[in-house]
């Protein structure tokens, strides 16, 4: 579902339209009134409820198939209300259990507001870190667990080793056991839900020219090298430490399956740069598959027709290939 | 001349080849032996020697015009040696004094290895800090004075209010006084030198999300947007922080005319990642027009016939285009 007063509504409806004739199947849970809205003014066919995952196949030809999860009041589209926080939640939890009882192959989340969520008593960081914590109660998972973010796009994929913190908090994170344990979650990942047999990963300095031996940060030479040392020891193949404005230039992209940036914006750059519109947000090491649109809830746009879907049909796309893939693994 | 065991000489016999049938014309500073070896190498007309800038214009379609300043032992091409340290040094200040005289219009540096220069007693940080000092024997010059460094490539104009620091270091450079210390130089050239009457300036964010209103890093809120406001109240167009992981996305791109990044990594990256072979690094803020490529010395394939000149061209075109816009606006 996502914050129902966004564009989540609206790029659901599209992503629907621009899928109807593949074999890429999705059901949306949510508010029937609010799609079957979104859907008339779209002018596209009514939506198809359905009371059980396994109806999605058999109707998605004909409509958005929608498991209903009614909201207690109605949706004002671009104002952002806590009241509706709960069924948001809610519907994060039932997708969570459709994949953990196999009725659902993965999940793609539209975008949340997490100061909305806040104020209905909402805890975690953020989606990411709520679906780490529901994980837990998935019986086994043998794989390195994560939560770890991987944003797609641009022919990239760049993990991230910190997320939501300042620019002055950064250096704390970059600890052995914290990298250690991204490029162990990401190698695993690479192979399970990528397919990639022997993935590549590329290891981003945390400093201007990966530290120029010391003169510009250490952490090349003290933290980052010598665990990368480690890891090509348990046949993880991880660079040493290369100088981020470098590795993403067209000739070295294709010299590696993923890149693991120390932070946000040094991930994420890139990809934005190179592919704004269909960069999508993968979360790594978790017993399900979870894919995301990379933007946010777009409160300004939502309703306007201004939305575009690029991403979350994107997210669709990469879930079912990731879930394929993951199954032909397990 | 930059370091002579470098890929320097090689891309500048290659620029000249490239250019030689322009208007764009240049001389190299430097021992007339590695550069008629390296024209010989690359099937190339003979240098034309030449003992006063003014005689470059007539002999530049005949060959690379070179004015001699003699190393003092011979060039191994890959081994960098502080032996020619002071001729490397001497050929700065040369093309700055040639500048003073109005003997030549712009200068262009070829890659210097700072660890190279160290050893034979260099203590500047860089070419442009020492550039920044030999620009303090100019008389007037009325101007905000720099040197700030700017990224050009990709579309993409990138100043910096932060260059050659750790990651670690950044937060404590990003005060009001740098920063808009910055801004008024990257203002002040882009209309001097770039010939933009009204240049719109796009504030990078330091932190991800720009802070997210102090969520992850109050430096927005509490420094970057009002020193953005009392800019902009001196008429200068620069925005409030923005977050820098969708600044450089392709429609972004178009509204502004520079953005002001906090660090290296955030800057280079985008520029280097949409085009890495036709970066150009020009010095605001400095009497004279200084342009240089956006890559080093080269030293592993030194010689080898794989350097690629594009950043060099790129370097000499746009000083030729900055060095007009100046005398226009003087």
């Known amino acids: ?28 849970i949510g508010d029937p009134d609010l799609y079957q809205t979104t859907c008339t003014q779209l002018e596209l066919p009514p939506v198809q409820l359905i009371h059980a995952p396994e109806q999605c196949a058999s109707r998605f030809a004909t409509g958005l198939p929608v498991l ?3 909201l207690s009041q109605p949706v004002r589209l671009g104002t952002p209300s806590p009241v509706h926080a709960n069924m948001v939640i809610q519907s994060i939890k039932m997708a ?30 953020g989606h990411t ?6 994980a837990e109660t998935f019986a086994d998972w043998p794989a390195p667990k994560g939560p770890i973010m991987m944003l797609c796009g ?63 940060g250490s952490e090349e030479r003290d933290i980052l090298n ?9 046949d993880i193949d991880i660079s040493n430490a290369i100088a981020a404005d470098t590795l993403f230039r067209e ?14 914006d040094q991930g994420l750059i890139p990809v934005k740069t190179l ?15 979870r894919v995301s649109p990379d933007h946010g809830t777009g409160f300004d746009i939502a309703g306007k027709g201004l939305a575009r879907a690029d991403s979350l049909i994107a997210a669709i796309k990469l879930a079912q290939q990731l879930a394929a893939a993951r199954n032909l693994s397990s």
Chains 1, 2 share one sequence.
């Not at 579902?1 to 059901?27: C, N, S």
């Not at 000739?251 to 946000?264: G, I, Q, S």
């Open 1 to 28: 579902m996502g914050d129902p007063a966004g564009i989540g509504p609206e790029i659901t409806a599209l992503a629907w339209a621009a899928l109807q004739h593949t074999t890429t199947h999705f059901f949306v």
């Open 68 to 70: 209903p999860l009614a």
């Open 96 to 125: 969570v259990e459709f994949c953990q009882t196999a009725q659902a192959a993965a999940i793609v989340t539209n975008p949340i507001a997490k100061s909305v969520l806040y104020q209905a008593g909402f805890t975690h960081p």
């Open 129 to 134: 870190e709520f679906l780490g914590e529901l």
């Open 154 to 216: 641009g022919g990239l994929r760049v993990a991230l080793a910190s997320v939501h913190v300042s620019l002055a908090d950064v250096p704390a994170q970059i600890t052995t056991e914290r990298v250690v344990h991204a490029a162990q979650v990401l190698h695993h990942a690479l192979q399970q839900d990528f397919a990639i047999a022997t993935p590549r990963i590329a290891l981003c300095a945390l400093n201007p020219h990966a530290g120029e031996d010391g003169a510009m």
């Open 226 to 234: 010598p665990l990368a040392q480690v890891l090509r020891a348990q």
């Open 251 to 264: 000739e070295n992209r294709r010299t590696f399956d993923a890149a693991l940036a120390m932070y946000h």
């Open 275 to 289: 592919d704004f519109h269909g960069g999508t947000n993968v979360t790594l090491g978790l017993p399900f598959v």
